[in-house]
T-cell receptor, first 112, second 112 residues
Framework: AQKVTQAQTEISVVEKEDVTLDCVYE???????LFWYKQPPSGELVFLIR??????QNEISGRYSWNFQKSTSSFNFTITASQVVDSAVYFC?????????FGTGTSLTVIP | DAGITQSPRHKVTETGTPVTLRCHQT?????MYWYRQDPGHGLRLIHY???????DKGEVSDGYSVSRSKTEDFLLTLESATSSQTSVYFC???????????FGPGTRLTVT
């Protein structure tokens, strides 16, 4: 079965703390793609990153970093030195055949 | 900005009435998708299209139909709206070769 699990429903951190959002996926495909999206309080969905299944290199973009581990089927997202503007719901997603499967999201609140 | 618009942005309708939501894109993407977003469920795929007149079902397609007569427009129809279809509906395009999706601003539908 195709499934994406984000076990953390809500997280609160104080500004400047680091925070890691967990994502575990299940897939039957040998080649697949993984994604993270951000949904700020305004409601739009913003694409953050895509990772394909044959590239396990970690990626860093400014304060954001992603750790892909195929052995544990995980694709975790870390925000370093969090800011109030990082407050949002974050969704992890994977491809499965021609479809996309989203996790239920993690709501992150950064307290000033 | 992937040039995706959705109309209407908000709609209130009564149980049993048909409703059509429109997604319009300006960049000639082949793949288009309709999702619904509900608390505790994340985003769930309703239907998708891989070309003009080519559509397929997603995981929550019951009670919905779609049509795509032009590349730029993807219509979602609720044949007879029910209260369980109260939701926020997002349209998305997929970037060919990249697999990431970009989303429209969403339509908030309330069925009373």
């Amino acid at each position: 079965a195709q499934k994406v699990t984000q076990a953390q429903t809500e997280i609160s951190v104080v500004e400047k703390e680091d925070v890691t959002l967990d994502c575990v996926y299940e897939t039957r495909d040998t080649t697949y793609y993984l994604f993270w999206y951000k949904q700020p309080p305004s409601g739009e969905l913003v694409f953050l990153i895509r990772r394909n299944s044959f590239d396990e290199q970690n990626e860093i973009s400014g304060r954001y970093s992603w750790n892909f581990q195929k052995s544990t089927s995980s694709f975790n997202f870390t925000i370093t030195a969090s800011q109030v503007v990082d407050s949002a719901v974050y969704f992890c997603a994977s491809t499965g055949g021609n479809q996309f499967y989203f996790g239920t999201g993690t709501s992150l609140t950064v307290i000033p | 900005d992937a040039g995706i618009t959705q109309s209407p942005r908000h709609k209130v309708t009564e149980t049993g009435t048909p409703v059509t939501l429109r997604c319009h894109q300006t960049e000639n993407h082949r793949y288009m998708y309709w999702y619904r977003q509900d608390p505790g469920h994340g985003l769930r795929l309703i239907h998708y299209s891989y070309g003009v007149k080519d559509t397929d079902k997603g995981e929550v397609s019951d009670g919905y139909s779609v049509s795509r007569s032009k590349t730029e427009d993807f219509l979602l129809t609720l044949e007879s709206a029910t209260s369980s279809q109260t939701s926020v509906y997002f349209c998305a395009i997929m970037v060919s070769g990249g697999y990431e999706q970009y989303f429209g601003p969403g339509t908030r539908l309330t069925v009373t």
